[in-house]
């Protein structure tokens, strides 16, 4: 089975790469994708654990970018995590990363929540500083109950602690996963709050830039869900993903365990540009 959507603590996950493998061998997960935000940091770790579980495994990285004011996750796959041009781009993603903890840090002291930057941070330790790490030690203070609250009151749009960011446009990110040699697929379509004709004018935009797939099977869809991405798929001729968006044992998603593919979609694996590490 694959699993083509997971994060592990090289960004917003809870495990290092060898346990996110021993997890992924347990679960039957027979071919994982490790899809950390805006890093391929830990995919060498991750390459090594996989020989040793004996799982197949992709290298990939889910990449933000900026499309009409939106940020949109999208995830590349079958990536040479090597190719300039990317880790260019992951670079300055990072550094993105680096100056909004910083401006959150400070809205969130503004409003009475000191050390929130260095609090992050210290979860962050392993990799990149995404708003999780944030939530965590909004936990940890006891300033709300859970890491929904969090976004909810205080790292949502909008909220106090909230500072917007611009990402690499769609085109550009996309590029940079093409110039990698790898595939690219729109993560969670479902999730962006984008009405039926403004998802159709992404997809259309992702398709003319060189994207090559949509997110048919996640978490993040209910059955009927997963039937309008199908339909979706069938429409634009793309390639359709599937993975968990597993970010630990303790979180809302667990790996594996996804639905099959609708038989006259195409899945991503098989694409010929698709590079499984055995
Ligand atoms: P960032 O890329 O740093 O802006 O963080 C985005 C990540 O936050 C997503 O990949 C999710 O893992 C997480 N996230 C977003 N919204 C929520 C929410 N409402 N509750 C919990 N986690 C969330
Ligand atoms: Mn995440
Ligand atoms: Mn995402
Ligand atoms: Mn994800």
């Not at 991750?46 to 999208?74: M, P, R």
Request: net charge negative; charged share 20%.
């Amino acid at each position: 089975m694959y699993d083509l959507h997971t994060h592990s603590y090289y960004s917003d996950g809870e495990l290092s790469p060898d346990a996110l493998l021993s997890h992924a061998a347990a679960r039957g997960v027979t071919c994982l994708a490790l899809t950390d935000h805006d890093t391929v940091d830990g995919l060498i770790e991750a390459q090594t654990a996989a020989k040793a579980q004996g799982l197949s495994f992709v290298n990939g990285a889910e990449i933000s970018v900026t499309w009409n004011d939106k940020t949109i996750h999208i995830v590349g796959l079958s990536i040479n995590p090597m190719e300039p041009n990317l880790q260019a781009g992951l670079l300055h993603h990072q550094q993105l990363r680096d100056m909004r903890a910083q401006a959150i840090g400070e809205r969130l002291a503004a409003i009475g929540i000191p050390g929130a930057h260095e609090g992050a941070a210290k979860y962050a330790k392993h990799g990149v500083i995404t708003r999780p790490h944030f939530a965590h030690y909004l936990v940890e203070q006891g300033v709300v109950k859970d890491m929904a609250a969090a976004f909810k009151h205080y790292l949502g749009k909008d909220k106090p602690g909230f500072v917007p960011l611009v990402w690499a446009a769609l085109e550009e990110g996309v590029q940079w996963i093409l110039q990698a040699g790898g595939v690219a697929i729109i993560a969670h379509p479902l999730r962006y709050r984008l009405s039926k004709s403004k998802l159709r004018r992404l997809i259309q935009d992702f398709k003319n830039a060189g994207g090559h797939g949509i997110e048919v099977v996640t978490s993040r869809h209910d059955p009927a869900g997963q039937q309008r991405a199908e339909q979706l798929c069938r429409e634009f001729d793309l390639y359709a993903g599937a993975g968990s968006d597993f970010h630990g044992p303790s979180t809302w998603a667990n790996l594996g365990g996804l639905a099959p593919i609708a038989e006259d979609c195409r899945a991503i694996w098989e694409h010929p540009q698709w590079n499984e590490i055995r």
